[in-house]
């Protein structure tokens, strides 16, 4: 690569991009794993576990080009130090590196070469342009060319294999790997195939991270019936290949090293672009797959609405009550409304997917959403001493005093305005760092199966996209309402003391006072309560939390908009998070997503999802994750209970729920004999995991949630 490099100096960031797909696909040995159908094993150089990114960049041809920067690196870093450290964010990624989707549809409809004649067609002006056309049509001939080469590979070892099945496995490879991805997928087989074929390609070769698999049942239907009424397949064999595909990521990957998951992602249900409601055959054979095997990997993510027959919600009922625990429910009407509101075409919204956790992205949408959580509890704390925050002095943010603010209104008010700047000095200074993505880290590959990308001769990572989004995700939102409306009730209505008096009791971590504190976290209402006072006023909170993003411009081109989804920040951000005005001590965790704060009791199913309904949720284009923890109910209990919860979770404005639902009497038997509990699967955030292979700590998270049942 250094080589190459030096012979060509006029090659510019995109054309020796472009180098890393030729030289790959021609030197890196390619793999095939007889046992599977599938094929995509490029001998690159990366490490094992890298499905989550790329950055700070790690081992392996992908990341060549940024290792030859490693400044960016260290500069992005240094900066994001002082407030990583102080817990303002979470996040060590200066994009998102790690929760793409690779709209695979137009390989399964064009195939590359049909892909190459597009960019062809082209008519490049500026060098740049004629650098990204070119990279484009060399990124396709490089994908043809392993295709050939995982077919050459496949003949090869049928010269030794014995083994029946395996045989027939290489044989499937050896005469569909040189046609597909180079041509149109045919058959329900070749499409699948193509789908894991992109997704690996992408995650080996372009640095980044590609955790959506796609809306499979929309997409594989077509291919499914048409094979039916020609014979070439009948219902079991097609599952047995949905099942070949999903143990695909369990078996990948090492379990037992990847703390965040290995990000992938399957959905179905919704609708198509047209609005049309989805739910056919392959749509059951995909959720039978998840009832009949215990897998941690992919994770399933099942978009619902009312439209939806009953059979489907059954289903997915069903599978949550099994306690899987892979599982996140999509509520169409309140995301659908979300992504319209922000001026997408309606088209579009039907098509959306999520991935990663369950960030929410469109197919022809570039969405940078889960490399930020920021830390609101933390960003009100940092309001009653802004003298102590670096921040302030050298990005030149001055707060407004709350201390002097007559009445909560005037106080509310200047607090508003301080989250305002906040986030806003925040975006600033990512956005310088992201407006480099163009030139450390190009994606022509990438930008080549996005639609927009080749019409405007635009990489990604410079906003060539149809959308170019950015997601800023927000932690403790249960617990910065708490705080608000604690101020609210003991210093401005009860007058019990003044906010410099609560300041103080805070930054001393409620020492003396714990009589104060049990009365804070007893008798003042709290979020996630059918208290009507609250919902009102956490209504208000969340709207103008939302209300903080709008208007900003991301660094590859679009806008900002807001999300509630936290992942693990809520555990990360706490040990340098003071006592907050809610009754929570200092290094406690935060709240998770739109829960409520673990210390607010009286809190079940019914209650916290009816808490919703107050809500506007269609604030929140990048979603807003409920988790519901619920005791698992193998035995004597009737599992339709949990598609109630998802039918009223839809009718009380619900964006996005995890269910996890455990025994917790199971997970203290597990942690102490793992050996004979591997079967065990939790949701621990936004991913799913055996419990065996979680540290203590986050065993210890997982089985403090289940003190609510």
């Known amino acids: 690569m250094d080589e190459r490099k030096k012979e060509h100096p006029e090659f510019g960031e995109l054309r020796r991009k472009a180098m890393i797909y030729e030289i790959g696909a021609r030197e890196c040995d390619v793999h095939i794993f007889p046992e599977s159908p599938f094929y995509a094993e490029v001998i690159s150089g990366r490490e094992r576990n890298s499905v989550t990114s790329s950055f700070p960049p790690g081992p392996g041809i992908a990341s060549w080009m940024m290792n030859q920067n490693k400044e960016f690196a260290e500069n992005f870093l240094k900066w994001s130090l002082e407030y990583r450290k102080r817990d303002l964010f979470a996040g060590e990624m200066y994009t ?19 892909i190459k004649k597009e960019a062809e067609a ?23 060319c392993l295709g050939e080469r995982f077919s050459r590979k496949a003949e090869e070892l049928l010269e030794t294999e014995k083994e029946e099945r395996s045989r027939r ?24 195939a193509a789908v894991w074929f992109v997704r690996e390609m992408c995650n080996t070769f372009e640095g980044m991270g590609f955790a959506v698999l796609g809306h499979l049942d929309r997409l594989l239907y077509p291919f499914y019936e048409r094979d039916l009424r020609e014979g070439r397949i009948d219902r079991n064999s097609a599952k047995e290949l949905i099942l070949c595909f999903l143990a695909l990521t369990d078996a990948r990957w090492d379990l037992t090293d990847i703390p965040g998951g290995t990000n992938a992602t399957v959905m179905i249900g919704g609708t ?18 998840f009832q009949e095997n215990n897998l941690a990997n992919p994770k399933l993510q099942a978009r619902v609405s009312p439209a939806h027959p009953p059979e489907y919600l059954e289903m997915i009922g069903k599978l949550a009550g099994k306690g899987s625990n892979v599982l996140s429910v999509f509520n169409d009407p309140v995301i659908i409304d979300a992504q319209k509101r922000q001026g997408k075409k309606e088209r579009d919204c039907y098509s959306y997917l999520a991935g990663g956790c369950q960030e929410l992205v469109l197919q022809n949408e570039v969405n940078c959403r889960a490399n930020v959580y920021l830390n609101l509890p933390q960003m009100l704390l940092m309001q009653f001493h802004p003298e102590n925050w670096k921040f302030t002095e050298e990005d030149g943010l001055f707060l407004k005093h709350l201390e002097s603010s007559w009445d909560f209104e005037e106080f509310y008010q200047r607090y508003r305005q301080n989250m305002r700047m906040i986030f806003q000095q925040i975006a600033v200074s990512f956005n310088k760092f992201e407006g480099q993505w163009r030139y450390y880290n190009p994606c022509p590959m990438f930008s080549m199966l996005m639609s927009g990308c080749i019409p ?12 170019n989004t950015n997601n800023f995700g927000v932690s403790g939102l249960g617990t910065l309402i708490d705080s608000l409306y604690a101020i609210k009730y003991l210093v401005y209505e009860e007058k019990r003391l003044s906010l410099y008096q609560l300041i103080q009791i805070l930054d001393h971590n409620f020492e003396g006072h714990e009589v104060l504190r049990q009365y804070i976290l007893n008798r003042i209402p709290k979020y996630g309560t059918a208290d009507k006072e609250i919902m009102e006023f956490s209504a208000r909170a969340a709207e103008d939390v939302a209300a903080a993003l709008p208007g900003l411009v991301s660094g590859h081109g679009g806008n900002y908009e807001p999300s509630l989804f936290s992942f693990y920040a809520y555990s ?90 455990v025994d917790r009497r199971q997970l203290l038997e597990a942690r102490k004999d793992p050996e004979n509990h591997k079967n065990i699967i939790v949701r621990v955030c936004g991913y799913s995991a055996p419990f065996w292979s979680l540290d203590k700590d986050m065993q210890d998270e997982v089985i403090a949630r289940t003190q609510r049942e």
């Open 122 to 144: 082209c008519r490049p002006v500026t060098k740049r342009e004629k650098e990204f056309v070119e990279s484009v049509k060399i990124a396709c001939d490089s994908m043809c």
């Open 572 to 661: 990360w951000l706490k040990e340098n998070t003071g006592a907050t005005p809610d009754g929570r001590l200092a290094g406690h965790t935060l709240s998770r997503g739109i829960n409520p704060s673990e210390s607010t009791g009286g809190i079940d199913a019914a209650t916290l999802t009816y808490a919703q309904k107050s809500m506007d949720y269609g604030r929140y284009p990048g979603g807003a994750v409920i988790y519901m923890d619920l005791p698992v109910t193998k035995t004597g209990v009737d599992c339709n209970i949990y598609r109630d919860v998802i039918y009223y979770f839809m009718e009380n404005g619900g964006s996005v729920m995890d269910f996890n639902v």
């Open 96 to 114: 998102d590196c790690a929760h793409h989707y690779a709209d695979v549809e137009r390989v399964i409809r064009l195939g590359y070469r049909g």
């Open 272 to 289: 198509d672009s047209d609005g049309k409601v989805i739910f056919n055959d392959v749509t059951k054979m995909f959720i039978e797959a």
């Open 456 to 467: 405007r001769m635009m990489d990604v990572s410079e906003g060539g996209a149809d959308y």
């Open 169 to 192: 496995n290489l044989e499937l490879i050896a005469r569909t790997a040189y046609r597909v991805p180079a041509c149109p997928a045919q058959t329900f087989y070749e499409a699948l």
